[in-house]
């Protein structure tokens, strides 16, 4: 069974342009959630989608959204992209993910810098 | 406020020794988690404990949850230069997501 995949792996990018990075979750899991990982804050959850419904949001500016395709694949976008972006952006999926007991599955992640 | 505090921050251990790394967090939960992440890699679970009293161990790792006290803790038994990792616990406190604590990274000096 294929695990969680990202792409790209890396992205560099300058300050002001958007990006988009993409998640495959594992086959039949229809729950992706997003955390960005830094060396300064650690890991921070961006947001959650489930049946391309938003279910949860952390504390992130409007310039990061996301969404969910009928196929459970998901995108995350960051438009107008600051210094401090910089960052290793992982993917997690699960089968029901929200309030449940299950464990996360994460993908090897995108590492966006920007410079 | 949501925390979740690990210490050591950093651990250098010799192999062959035994030690162990703490999780403390601020609110209610039986969910907690651990996940290991080697360099450049991504995370991997390697525990899921969701009542007071719960223990769980896979090979040198065990771990275990206290959720009157808000702890939990994964001991490492033996030390083996594999086990070179940064581990993480987090919480789900009932908010759909998880919340992570800062991270170990530990170093298995031979």
């Known amino acids: 069974k294929a695990g969680v995949t990202q792409t790209p792996r890396y992205l560099i990018k300058t300050r002001g342009q958007q990006v988009t990075l993409s998640c495959s979750p594992i086959s039949g899991h229809r729950s992706v959630s997003w955390y960005q990982q830094t060396p300064g804050q650690g890991l921070q959850f961006l947001f959650e989608y489930f049946s391309e419904t938003q279910r949860n949001k952390g504390n992130f500016p409007g310039r990061f959204s996301g969404r969910q395709f009928s196929n459970s694949r998901s995108e995350m976008n960051v438009s107008t992209l600051e210094l401090g972006d910089s960052a290793l952006y992982l993917c997690?999926?699960?089968?029901?993910?929200?309030?449940?007991?299950?464990?996360?599955?994460f993908g090897s992640g995108t590492q966006l810098s920007v410079l | 406020e949501l925390k979740v505090e690990q210490n050591p921050l950093f651990l250098s251990m010799q192999e062959g020794k035994n030690y162990t790394i703490y999780c403390n967090y601020s609110t209610t939960s039986d969910r907690l988690y651990w996940y290991r992440q080697d360099p450049g890699k991504s995370l991997e679970s390697l525990f899921v404990l969701l009542s007071n009293g719960a223990v769980k161990q896979e090979g040198r790792l065990m771990a275990s949850l206290d959720t009157k006290a808000r702890l939990s803790t994964l001991h490492i038994t033996a030390a083996v230069h594999d086990l070179s990792a940064t581990y993480f616990c987090?919480?789900?406190?009932?908010?759909?997501?998880?919340?992570f604590g800062t991270g170990t990274r530990l170093t298995i000096i031979p």
């Open positions: 987090a919480v789900n406190f009932g908010n759909e997501k998880l919340t």
């Open positions: 997690a999926s699960s089968s029901q993910g929200g309030d449940t007991n299950e464990k996360l599955f």
